[in-house]
């Protein structure tokens, strides 16, 4: 999702809105200009707004999603979305609809009816949401002495949501035990 920030270096600002469009804008650049507006594209002097792709939160389906397909790569080192659905119970409609949003976010490389690729973005965050799920799992079953199947029901839902400091204290409280 694109956000606007405030920017101290106007020199690389390449949006520029009239009053009309900075309602819901954040942070002008102390900058007007005599440029046209980026959104009905009038010339007169307008407001500078530096606007740049920021990484969101990524949803706990996209997570899924990246931590299925690390999985079944370092298992099958080949992936296609027929795997995906299958192993996730999903529609095979749905898991390309999804490998697409993916793949536009630079996640995976996706072509259809060839094997998917995860990008290293994309390892990245799989990566990520695997150690936090296997640190979940840890902490209820060593720590709360919940059985597995329970263990990673919660761990599951939880590590979507969880905040890092949370998740940090947790973390330490795990590799204490061993």
Same mark, same amino acid.
């Given at each position: 999702?694109?956000?606007?920030?405030?920017?101290?270096?106007? &020199? !690389?600002?390449? =949006?520029? *809105?009239?009053?009309?469009?900075?309602?819901?804008?954040?942070?002008?650049? /102390?900058?007007?200009?005599?440029?046209?507006? *980026?959104?009905?594209?009038?010339?007169?002097?307008?407001?500078?707004?530096?606007?740049? %792709?920021? &990484?969101?939160? +990524?949803?706990?389906?996209?997570?899924?999603?990246?931590?299925?397909?690390?999985?079944?790569?370092?298992?099958?080192?080949? !992936?296609?979305?027929?795997?995906?659905?299958?192993? %996730?119970?999903?529609?095979?409609?749905?898991?390309?609809?999804?490998?697409?949003? +993916?793949?536009?976010?630079?996640?995976?490389?996706? =072509?259809?009816?060839?094997?998917? &690729?995860?990008?290293?973005?994309?390892?990245?965050?799989?990566?990520?949401?695997?150690?936090?799920?296997?640190?979940?799992?840890?902490?209820?079953?060593?720590?709360?002495?919940? /059985? !597995?199947?329970?263990? &990673? !029901?919660?761990?599951?839902?939880?590590?979507?949501?969880?905040?890092?400091?949370?998740? /940090?204290?947790?973390?330490?409280?795990?590799?204490? +035990?061993?």
């Amino acid at each position: 999702m694109c956000y606007v920030k405030f920017t101290f270096f106007p &020199e !690389i600002c390449q =949006e520029f *809105y009239c009053k009309k469009y900075t309602k819901n804008l954040q942070n002008p650049c /102390d900058r007007v200009v005599n440029k046209g507006c *980026y959104n009905c594209n009038k010339s007169k002097y307008f407001f500078c707004y530096h606007v740049f %792709m920021a &990484e969101k939160k +990524l949803t706990s389906s996209i997570e899924d999603y990246l931590e299925t397909i690390y999985e079944q790569l370092e298992k099958a080192h080949k !992936i296609k979305a027929v795997d995906i659905a299958k192993k %996730m119970n999903i529609s095979r409609a749905s898991v390309t609809e999804a490998l697409q949003k +993916l793949a536009q976010k630079e996640y995976i490389i996706y =072509e259809k009816n060839h094997p998917i &690729e995860l990008t290293e973005k994309g390892v990245t965050i799989a990566k990520e949401v695997i150690h936090k799920h296997r640190i979940l799992c840890d902490f209820f079953t060593k720590i709360l002495k919940t /059985d !597995i199947e329970d263990a &990673e !029901i919660n761990a599951c839902r939880i590590e979507h949501v969880i905040t890092q400091t949370a998740f /940090d204290k947790i973390s330490k409280l795990v590799e204490n +035990l061993d």
